[in-house]
C-alpha cells in the first residue's frame, strides 16, 4: 500500500468496492492515463489517498446496469463504442445496458476532449480493464456463495455460471458480495478471437432515440424559470460597441433585459448587444428591433485577397523550421531534375447541422451548464476561472451534439450564456442563428505552401522541401509564444517517408491576421494532406512512374505496402480503361492511415464527374466496422464540399459567407458511390473519426490530372469547369 501511493502520480488505477445506492461502482482515475501501468485499491484505499470516485460501471441489485460515456457524441459514436468495450470484457448485451453521459469532471474521468478522434485509441485499455475488473469480482462473489472454485465459474450474458452444475446467479445477486471484495490485481483481458461484439457492426444505441426523438440536444434543454437570449454581435471580429438605443427591443411583448455583452475569443474580448425574453421568437424580434452603433476603429479591415496576397509574401520568407534530415539546399540546388508548386486551401466554416446554443445558470457561488460541448472538463475550469468560484461549483452537463468538428471545444458561447445568467440573475438558453455561427467564426485557417523537390537516381526523391504560410492556432491563446513554429506543419505526411527521402525540410511562416482560427476536422491534416500528395503526384509524373507504384517505392514500411496492396487489389488499379482518370493519395492522422482511390471520367454536357471513391483505413484495433465506415463516408462527402464547393470569404473585416445559399453543401447528387474497407491487424487503435478527410481533395485533384492534364493546386475548384 505504501509503495503504490508512493507512485499515485505516475499510475493508473483501477479501483472498486463499494455499494453506493445499493449498486456496485467500478471505476478507475485518469491521472496519468499516459502510462499502461495499473495498480489495484479497494474503495478504502482509494478514498485514503483522495482519488474521487468515478462509477463507469453500475450494477444495482436489480440486475439493471449503466455505463458510463465520459466523452461526446456528435455523431461518431462515441455513445455506442465506450459501452461496447467494457460490455465485451464484463460479458453483457450492449443492448441491455443503460448508458449515461459523464458531467463534465477531468479529476474524476480524465480528458473529457472529444477532439482528436481520440475517445477508443485514447482509452481502451483502461475502458476494458474496467470491464474485467467487474466480471472477475462478480465470478469471485459466486464462487464464494457457492463455495465453488472460481476456475470453475465463468460469466456470460450478465450472469456467473457454475459449469459443473449449470447453477446460475445474475448480476444483480452478486453486487453485495462483489462489493466487500477487493478488485483481483492481476487481469486478464480477452484475447481478440474471443471477442462476442468488439469487431462487429453492432446496431447504434443512439440511432432508436435519434428517430423517435428522445434524444436531448442542447436546444431541447428547459430549466424552471429560464429566459431565452439572442446576442447581436459586431460583424467585424475586433468591433466593440459604440452605443445601443433599446426602446425598440423593450417594445416587442415578452422582452426582458437588452444588455451589452462579451465573449472571450482566444486573447480578445468580443462584444455584442443580448437581447433576453420569455420565449425564443420574442427575443429574435428584439435583437431585429435593436439599434447599435459599432466602433470599427483601430484594427485591419481585411479581405480575403490581402490575407492571400499576405500569405504569397510570407510563403518566400525564411521559415520556422519544424523538421529537417540530410542537406536539402545543398541536394536542391545540385538537383538536374527539380520541380517546385504552390498550393492554395481556402478558410472553412464548421458549419454544423446544430447550430451552437448554450444554457447556463448562475446562483450564489455555483454555475450549471447543459448544452452540446465537445470538451466538457476544459469548460469546467475556464468557467470557474471567469467566475471566479471554484471548478467544483462549475456543473456541466452534456447533451447530445449535432455535429461538432472541432468548433463546440471552444467554449465562447458558453462564456457568453454564463455572463447573462450572471447579469439578470436567472437560467438562460442562448441561441445563436445559422447566420451568427458562421459569421463570427472561428475558421478552419486558410494556407499557401510552397513545394520543392529534386528527383535523384532512379526516379526516387533525393530531396524535399515545403513550406506552410497560415495562421498558427497556437498563438491566439494569451501568453503564447508567437516566435514558436507551428508543429502541424508535417501534419499529414506519412512516417515512412522520413526514412526514405534523404534530404527534406519541413517549415512555416506564421501569417498573422485578425480572423480567429480553430480546429476542423482532420486540423492541419485537412490542409497540408491536398499540398502533400498533389506534389506528391506531381514527383510521381516528373520520374515516370505510376503514381501508386512511387508511393510505394517510398513506403518500405510492411504495414503501409500492405495498405497499398488492398488500395490496389480494391480499386482494381492496374485496370483503369480509357478516358477514365484515377487518382490515389495516401495520408496519416491520428495514428491512422487512410489511402483513397477516386475515379473521374468526363460528363458529355462539359465537366467532371466522380464515378467513385475506394478507401481503405488501417486504424489498427478497432471495435465496431460500421461506425469506421461511416466516419469515412462522412468525412469523404465533407472534404468533397471542402474541395469542390465551399469556402468562406471575407469583404471589408467580416466574413461573406452567412447561410446555406451562399455557403452550399453536397447534395445526394454531388456525392460518388464510395467503398470503405477496414484493415485487419494487431496495430494499436488509432483515430476513426477524422482520418478519412485528408486524403480525399489530393486523389480527386490528381484523378482531374490523370484524366485532362491539368493540375489543381487552389482549392476550392468547380468539378463542372474543369
Not at 507512485?7 to 491521472?31: D, E, P, Y
Not at 473529457?112 to 462478480?138: D, F, N, P
Not at 479581405?303 to 529537417?324: F, G, H, I, P
Not at 466522380?610 to 461506425?627: H, L, T
Request: hydrophobic share 40%; aromatic share 10%; proline share 5%.
Amino acid at each position: 500500500m505504501t509503495k503504490i501511493a508512493k507512485n499515485i502520480s505516475r499510475r493508473n488505477f483501477v479501483r472498486a468496492g463499494s455499494i453506493t445506492g445499493a449498486a456496485l461502482t467500478i471505476g478507475f482515475n485518469f491521472s496519468a492515463a499516459a502510462k499502461d501501468e495499473t495498480a489495484i485499491l479497494t474503495g478504502e484505499d482509494a478514498d485514503t489517498m483522495g482519488i474521487p470516485l468515478n462509477a463507469f460501471v453500475s450494477i444495482d441489485t436489480s440486475g439493471k446496469i449503466t455505463i458510463m460515456n465520459h466523452r461526446s457524441e456528435m455523431g461518431q459514436g462515441a455513445y455506442q463504442v465506450v459501452p461496447q468495450m467494457i460490455a465485451e470484457e464484463l460479458e453483457v448485451n450492449p443492448e441491455n445496458v443503460n448508458i449515461v453521459f459523464a458531467p463534465g469532471d477531468n479529476k474524476k474521468y480524465g480528458s473529457q476532449l472529444t477532439g482528436g478522434s481520440s475517445t477508443v485509441r485514447g482509452a481502451y485499455k483502461h475502458l476494458l480493464r474496467i470491464g474485467a475488473t467487474a466480471r472477475e469480482m462478480l465470478i469471485m462473489a459466486a464462487a464464494k456463495k457457492w463455495n465453488a472454485d472460481q476456475k470453475d465459474c465463468y460469466a456470460a450474458n450478465a450472469q456467473v455460471i457454475h459449469q459443473p452444475t449449470g447453477k446460475k446467479f445474475g448480476y444483480g445477486e452478486l453486487v453485495e458480495e462483489a462489493a466487500k471484495i477487493a478488485p483481483p490485481k492481476n487481469i486478464t483481458l480477452k484475447n481478440r478471437k474471443d471477442y462476442k461484439i468488439i469487431g462487429k457492426p453492432l446496431i447504434r444505441q443512439d440511432a432508436p432515440l435519434k428517430v423517435n426523438g428522445k434524444a436531448i440536444f442542447g436546444i431541447d434543454k428547459r430549466v424552471d424559470g429560464m429566459l431565452y437570449a439572442v446576442v447581436e454581435r459586431n460583424p467585424r471580429f475586433l468591433g466593440k460597441v459604440k452605443s445601443f438605443d433599446a426602446a425598440a427591443a423593450k417594445a416587442i411583448p415578452g422582452v426582458k433585459h437588452v444588455l451589452k455583452v462579451k465573449r472571450h475569443v482566444f486573447a480578445t474580448e468580443q462584444e455584442g448587444v443580448a437581447v433576453v425574453a420569455d420565449n425564443l421568437w420574442s427575443a429574435m424580434q428584439g435583437r431585429k428591433a435593436l439599434k447599435v452603433e459599432w466602433d470599427d476603429n483601430g484594427f485591419e479591415h481585411m479581405s480575403t485577397a490581402s490575407l492571400y496576397n499576405r500569405m504569397k509574401e510570407d510563403v518566400n520568407k525564411e521559415a520556422l523550421s519544424l523538421r529537417t534530415g540530410g542537406n536539402f539546399e545543398g541536394v536542391f540546388d545540385k538537383g538536374t531534375k527539380k520541380i517546385e508548386a504552390v498550393y492554395e486551401t481556402p478558410y472553412q466554416s464548421h458549419s454544423c447541422m446544430e447550430p451552437l446554443n448554450c444554457t447556463a445558470h448562475v446562483y450564489d457561488d455555483k454555475c450549471e451548464i447543459w448544452g452540446p460541448i465537445q470538451a466538457p472538463d476544459w469548460m469546467q475550469g475556464m468557467i470557474a476561472q471567469y467566475l471566479g468560484i471554484k471548478p467544483d461549483n462549475v456543473i456541466i452537463n452534456m447533451t447530445f451534439l449535432g455535429g461538432g468538428f472541432g468548433r463546440k471545444a471552444f467554449m465562447d458561447y458558453l462564456d457568453e450564456a454564463v455572463m447573462i445568467s450572471k447579469d439578470i440573475k436567472a437560467p438562460v438558453q442562448v441561441v445563436w442563428t445559422r447566420e451568427d455561427d458562421m459569421a463570427a467564426g472561428p475558421f478552419r485557417p486558410g494556407a499557401v505552401y510552397q513545394c520543392k523537390a529534386a528527383i535523384g537516381e532512379g526516379g526516387n526523391i533525393a530531396a524535399f522541401q515545403t513550406k506552410m504560410a497560415a495562421q498558427n492556432m497556437d498563438h491566439q491563446w494569451p501568453g503564447a509564444d508567437t516566435n514558436a513554429y507551428n508543429s502541424s506543419a508535417s501534419e499529414g505526411f506519412l512516417e515512412p517517408y522520413f526514412l526514405s527521402i534523404p534530404n527534406y525540410s519541413f517549415g512555416d511562416v506564421p501569417t498573422k491576421s485578425t480572423v480567429p482560427v480553430m480546429w476542423w476536422r482532420s486540423v492541419y491534416a485537412s490542409t497540408n494532406g491536398f499540398a502533400f500528395e498533389s506534389f506528391m503526384d506531381e514527383l510521381a509524373a516528373s520520374a515516370g512512374k505510376d503514381p501508386l507504384e512511387f508511393r510505394r517505392m517510398h513506403l518500405g514500411d510492411e504495414r503501409y505496402q500492405s495498405l497499398i496492396d488492398i488500395l490496389e487489389e480494391k480499386s482494381g488499379w492496374k485496370t483503369k480503361g480509357k478516358n477514365e482518370g484515377w487518382g490515389v493519395a495516401i495520408t496519416e492522422c491520428f495514428k491512422s492511415i487512410v489511402g483513397e482511390v477516386v475515379k473521374v471520367s468526363k460528363k458529355p454536357d462539359g465537366g467532371i464527374k466522380i464515378d467513385k471513391v475506394i478507401a481503405v483505413m488501417d486504424c489498427g484495433w478497432y471495435v465496431n466496422p460500421d461506425i469506421i465506415k461511416a466516419q469515412v463516408e462522412g468525412s469523404i462527402v465533407m472534404a468533397l464540399g471542402a474541395a469542390t464547393i465551399h469556402e468562406t470569404l471575407f469583404e471589408d473585416g467580416q466574413a461573406v459567407q452567412k447561410n446555406f445559399d451562399k455557403y452550399k453543401m453536397p447534395r445526394f447528387t454531388d456525392t460518388p458511390e464510395i467503398e470503405v474497407y477496414v484493415v485487419d491487424n494487431d496495430e494499436k487503435a488509432g483515430g476513426v473519426g477524422e482520418p478519412g478527410l485528408p486524403p480525399l481533395a489530393p486523389a480527386l485533384a490528381n484523378a482531374v490530372y490523370d484524366l485532362t492534364g491539368k493540375r489543381i493546386r487552389k482549392l476550392p475548384f468547380s468539378l463542372n469547369e474543369v
